[in-house]
């Protein structure tokens, strides 16, 4: 078989190639076909391996995923080939309700757009979703960092309730020891409206702040890893109860979320290895 000639001689043209080895047009361009298939099929199998552990990846997050592993290839390539061997994403999309704000307890104001965070832990989002099982429905409590992008703390339960989001807070606390001065982001449900929740962030000095009524844009950041979650963690398992389904998330949301898949917000690394060049070694 002819070597690639195109890289070694790009003036050359392809007549005069096949002049040059004795071969017809026809057979080189056979040749340099099948050489680009293989080529092609070589990358659909690396391109499949990031899908089938990132059902969310789009083209351009494969295409950084693979440079990390050292192979640098366009981004137009890998478009391609995603689309012959239909490895594009289809996200699936379910609904249910979590929010209740139709309660008396007191509401705060938006402050999420007066604050630019620089750091970690100066802006943290929350917020609930549902995660279905077998058996119906758990809910799921978040709190994200709004600089990192990690998930800094979260609980699971059978309860839609105040206990929830207050563990999820609790375990964030925990983890991160803020300083006092923090941004407590969420929206008006009443499981952040409670006074038990507002008291606890009173007492660590942090400052609580709520999306205007029906408005989740003012909080998208939460929205966004909702998004994630559900496409390439939730929506793809089966859970049996909660115990099973807290199996899985702990590890999608500690392991795999929070140290491996790249976001395209931090430059494509994972919001620990963004987070790690603030904090002190």
Same mark, same amino acid.
């Given at each position: 078989?002819?070597?690639?000639?195109?890289h !070694?001689?790009?003036? *050359?043209?392809v007549?005069?190639?096949?002049?040059?080895?004795?071969?017809?047009?026809?057979?080189?361009?056979?040749?340099?076909n099948?050489?680009?298939?293989?080529?092609?099929?070589?990358l659909? #199998?690396?391109?499949?391996?990031? $899908?089938? +552990?990132?059902?969310?990846y789009g083209?351009r997050?494969? #295409?950084?995923?693979?440079?990390?592993?050292? =192979?640098?290839?366009?981004?137009?390539r890998?478009?391609? $080939?995603?689309?012959?061997?239909?490895?594009l994403?289809?996200? +699936?999309?379910?609904?249910?309700?979590?929010?209740?704000?139709?309660?008396?307890?007191?509401?705060?104001?938006?402050?999420?757009p007066?604050?630019?965070?620089t750091?970690?832990?100066?802006?943290?989002?929350?917020?609930?979703? %549902? *995660?279905r099982? +077998?058996? &119906?429905?758990?809910?799921?409590a978040?709190?994200?960092? @709004?600089?990192?992008?990690?998930?800094? &703390?979260? @609980?699971?339960? +059978?309860?839609?309730?105040?206990?929830?989001?207050?563990?999820?807070?609790?375990?964030?606390?925990?983890?991160?020891?803020?300083?006092?001065?923090?941004?407590?982001?969420?929206? =008006?449900? $009443?499981?952040?409206?409670?006074?038990?929740?507002? /008291?606890?962030?009173?007492?660590?000095g942090?400052?609580?702040?709520? @999306?205007?009524? &029906?408005?989740? %844009?003012?909080?998208a950041?939460?929205?966004?890893?909702?998004?994630?979650?559900? #496409?390439?963690?939730?929506?793809?398992?089966?859970? !049996?109860?909660?115990?099973d /389904?807290?199996?899985? *998330?702990n590890?999608?949301? &500690?392991?795999?979320y929070?140290?491996?898949?790249?976001?395209?917000?931090?430059?494509?690394?994972?919001?620990?290895?963004?987070?790690?060049?603030?904090?002190?070694?």
């Open positions: 078989m002819i070597s690639d000639a195109r !070694a001689h790009p003036t *050359v043209s007549r005069r190639l096949c002049e040059l080895h004795a071969v017809s047009r026809s057979w080189y361009l056979r040749q340099r099948r050489a680009v298939i293989d080529q092609d099929q070589r659909a #199998t690396d391109i499949e391996a990031v $899908v089938l +552990k990132w059902n969310g083209y997050r494969v #295409t950084r995923e693979l440079a990390r592993s050292g =192979q640098s290839i366009n981004h137009k890998v478009l391609r $080939v995603m689309r012959e061997h239909r490895l994403c289809r996200p +699936k999309r379910r609904y249910q309700r979590t929010t209740d704000s139709t309660h008396s307890e007191k509401r705060f104001p938006n402050l999420l007066q604050v630019i965070p750091q970690p832990d100066q802006v943290w989002q929350a917020d609930l979703t %549902y *995660v099982v +077998k058996q &119906g429905f758990v809910y799921l978040c709190v994200l960092d @709004s600089f990192t992008r990690e998930i800094v &703390g979260w @609980s699971m339960s +059978k309860f839609i309730d105040a206990d929830l989001s207050l563990a999820a807070l609790n375990n964030a606390l925990a983890a991160r020891n803020p300083a006092p001065g923090l941004l407590h982001h969420s929206d =008006q449900g $009443v499981q952040y409206a409670s006074r038990l929740y507002i /008291a606890r962030l009173r007492a660590m942090i400052t609580p702040s709520m @999306s205007r009524r &029906g408005n989740p %844009y003012d909080n950041r939460m929205e966004s890893f909702y998004k994630t979650l559900k #496409t390439e963690e939730v929506d793809l398992q089966d859970y !049996a109860d909660l115990d /389904a807290q199996r899985h *998330v590890h999608f949301i &500690g392991k795999l929070n140290q491996e898949r790249l976001h395209s917000s931090l430059g494509y690394v994972p919001p620990a290895e963004f987070a790690a060049r603030y904090h002190p070694a």
